[in-house]
């Protein structure tokens, strides 16, 4: 039996130092943003994380500029392409606004309506402009 | 491929148990257009345990499908929406290329109805974006694996059980407690004689005998089953069915497997009845040999009567005596004949000549009500066969058909060309010349016409019962066949084959000669017979004609009296079958010491009884038990003369 104890206190102190050494993401939590999940999603692998971070840093501007493109040349299917895209970009990140305004803007391209698009558009652009800080704190965690 | 990325990596998994041989060299393909989607995947493939996998990704569909050209991926994993293709169509294009990989799909939308559509139309699984962490992509990727190979082997077994089902010579039902058809192959819908559309939601009672449920059982209470039923087809035919049935396959459904056996059945009956007449044929064989000796004994005694007779009255009743040994000899024949036992002087012949030869005969035969024709084909092949018995057959024949039309009617002869492609029970694939005897008469049931060949089996008041047999029994011995097809009150027809004898000239068939009458002769003779009576008898006649006859009751004392013999022996006379020393022994003996001796063998068998007995022997120098002495001085009269012009 001392033994087992001896096991149990061991498995304890590693799972204890295994805490103590994660990083904190609490105060990112919100409405918009998971950054529990996300870091779960990633098998708490930082390495992992900043790669992704540095993939949506280049990648999510191109995004946006394709969604832009869509609107103002009044494409219906390439603004539903683009917002698909987009989505399932910042659904990797559990970014629940972004991804539920990308959806809106999908919708609106899959049923044909570029028009009065403009709103989301700009609600998308501030949801990726609050995502990118917020991964950016994230990634600045345990350098 | 200026997209694709290639990554393999080893890794250790300490959450998700996975078996070596599952994940050994999993070759995964990422077809994603997303550089955030595809870089998570790839980093979370290539994290992590023990099992090497490699990782290719692509971006667009086309590129996906010049991949799978070349490669055969475990697992695809798939975003429907890329930038050359949307929707369903990536789906269906990719499937369509790698048959053999599972289909794990990734979609953005959280959509179940969409999921399970996926699914439905052949993917594996369906993960929403965002969804999922290393350990449930994983454990996906690996369930997907699985499922495709379990799924992959219920097609393979399903297409092997509908590859049998569809190609099986029996015929398989699958039908529900009720006895309806759910399901049919061709083969059982051929078997029932109706299209497989009709007989699905039908009951296979429908198509049976009444009874036939009793034969069949409960399904419910039988859980198998094995037996045989009559089919009752709708063109009036009947089928017998060996059936098996396996009940519950599937709750409620039961299988049964039906084989039609009729021709089977058919052949089995004409085996044993071919059996029963083999044995029949060899009794009366035996008996008729054993009948023979005792006649020629009592023919031979009344020859030598009526040769030393007194006066008139004693030399009539001698004449009567040999007439009806004469007549006797004459059934023994018959029974030979259908033993198969009959001495045969083969020649090569043309049926229709025999027939015409024998018309005349025919035409005596028939009562003034009988209207009698014959149909012979041209260039008809030639047989091998003893004239002699075609005319007992076609005369036998005739005789038959005129018994059964007492009241009169049509005769028909047909001569034709047969070429029997089945494999029948007697009647092997080949060219035939078949000679039909049809009459209109009371015909026979089916019972009779299974009897008919028997000896002594007959119908009529007085009949001896061997005229068919003896049809039989030369048909048999000659190589040929004969069948019989009747119907009660509508008249009967009996056909008898004939192989026909390839490269043969018709015009080289010439006329049998006729033997010499002339009996009386100077030579010596040894003479040998086991057979006293007969001995004494045949001794006595032939010297009676002249000839020094020289006398042994066996081999061994026939060997004796040849060797003591100062002077020429011209003939050997000798029986086959003697106790000491055989007919074999002894001829080879007598040819060794006097080579210039000639033989003649007689028996109560057959020359093949001759040559079974490794007796080289020409067939003119064999003559069969019972003969009149004057036969016999024929034949020994024939042999020397030959002999004579010879040397």
Known sequence: ?143 | MPNAQSCGVDFKMSTLVMDARQTALLQVLLVEDNPVDAKLITGLLLRGPSAMLKCRHVTQLAEALHQLEHDAPDVVLLDLNLEDSAGYPTFYRVQQAAAKAAILVLSGSDDEELAIRTVREGAQDYLVKGSFDGRLLLRSIRYAIERKRSQEALRQSQATVRAIFENSLDGIVIFEGTGLCMEANVAAAALVGVPREELIGSRLSDFCDKGFEDVWGDPSVNQNGRGQFWLQLKNGARRMVDYCFRANILPGQHLAVLRDITEQQDLEEQLRQSQKMEAVGRLAGGVAHDFNNILGIISGHAELLQLSAPNAVDRTRAERIISATEKAASLTRQLLAFGRKQVMSLKLLNLSTIVDGIRSMVDCLMSAEVQISVHAGKNLGLVRADQSQLEQVIMNLATNARQAMPEGGNLTITIEEFHSSKDLADLPPGEYVRLSVSDTGVGMTEEVQSRVFEPFFTTKKMGSGLGLSTVYGIMKQSGGYVTVQSTPEQGSTFSVFLPVVSGTDTSAVSAEPRHSTRVAGNETILLVDNEEDLRNAASEYLQGCGYKVLVAGDGKEAVEVSDQHQGTISLLISDIMMPKLSGRGLIEHVRKTRPGTGVLLISGYTDDAVSNHGISLDPSCFLQKPFTFQILGAKIRGILDEAAIGS
């Open chain 1, 1 to 143: 039996m001392d033994t087992e104890k001896q096991k149990i206190s061991g498995m304890n102190q590693e799972i204890i130092a295994g805490i103590l050494q994660s990083p904190k993401f609490d105060y990112l939590k919100s409405e918009r943003f998971d950054p529990e999940s996300l870091w779960d999603r990633v098998d708490s692998d930082m390495g992992l994380l900043r790669e992704l971070i540095e993939v949506f840093a280049e990648e999510g501007p191109k995004m946006l500029a394709r969604i832009d493109e869509a609107i103002s040349h009044g494409s219906a299917l390439e603004l539903e392409k683009a917002s698909h895209k987009m989505k399932g970009s910042v659904l990797q990140f559990s970014a629940r606004k972004a991804a539920a305004v990308a959806a809106e803007l999908e919708e609106k391209g899959r049923a044909g309506i570029v028009a009065g698009a403009e709103p989301l558009q700009a609600q998308l652009k501030q949801e990726i402009n609050l995502l990118q800080n917020s991964l950016n704190l994230m990634a600045a965690e345990v350098r």
